[in-house]
């Protein structure tokens, strides 16, 4: 990876876990902690695993019980990006995130221009005819 590429800020991750008719206190009473503290912050993937994961692997087995029971269980990574912006996920928090059969999900947050001219033009489009 070359170090000039632009890569994705203010980076996060965080177990998310979902079902139609959640209901957050009781899991987080089946779990022994609260959800919200599942989560971490930092500059790279590798630090934020390293965080993380001491959290989230205790609790391998009832992750494995909740997925039986429907619901869904992944780790969320959350970033924010500008255009042309890239994330490398090193292999080994793919081979972390593997090993607990959690399946990664990526949401980006970007600051929406305005100038709707300018989204449109850098769309491109069909060459329009020159006047005569």
Known sequence: MESNQMQWQSLS??????KSALDPASLGERLGTDIDSLSATGDDLEGIFDELLPKVTPLASELTA??????QVR???KGWVESGARLTVPAGVLA???ELALPLSFTTQANVSTETEDFLSSLGGPPQPEES
């Open 13 to 18: 991750a965080a177990l998310e876990i979902t």
């Open 96 to 98: 972390q995130a593997a």
């Open 75 to 77: 780790i969320d990574i």
């Open 66 to 71: 909740l997925r039986a029971e429907g619901y």
